[in-house]
């Protein structure tokens, strides 16, 4: 299994220009933003919504996610 995995996003351009504002105030790569971001959403849905399961996450294939 993979470490790193990767994907396309698509926005627009407002929202683009903003995320690397935001990204550059917080003296984040756009990357390290992301995942920052990403981190804490699924936070927020641990706390509001219990805990994710490992086996639940077992369930998930990641196979199209692969190179």
Same mark, same amino acid.
């Given at each position: 299994?993979? /470490?790193?995995?990767? $994907?396309? *996003? !698509?926005? #627009?351009?407002?929202?683009?220009? &903003?995320?690397?504002?935001?990204?550059?105030?917080?003296?984040?790569?756009?990357? /390290?933003?992301?995942? $920052?971001? *990403? !981190?804490? #959403?699924?936070?927020?849905?641990? &706390?509001?919504?219990?805990?994710?399961?490992?086996?639940?996450?077992?369930?998930?294939?990641?196979?199209?996610?692969?190179?």
């Amino acid at each position: 299994m993979k /470490n790193e995995y990767e $994907f396309t *996003l !698509r926005m #627009n351009a407002e929202m683009m220009k &903003k995320f690397l504002f935001v990204s550059e105030k917080e003296g984040r790569t756009p990357n /390290n933003q992301f995942l $920052f971001m *990403l !981190r804490n #959403n699924v936070a927020y849905y641990e &706390k509001t919504k219990g805990k994710i399961k490992p086996a639940d996450l077992a369930q998930i294939d990641l196979s199209d996610y692969e190179n």
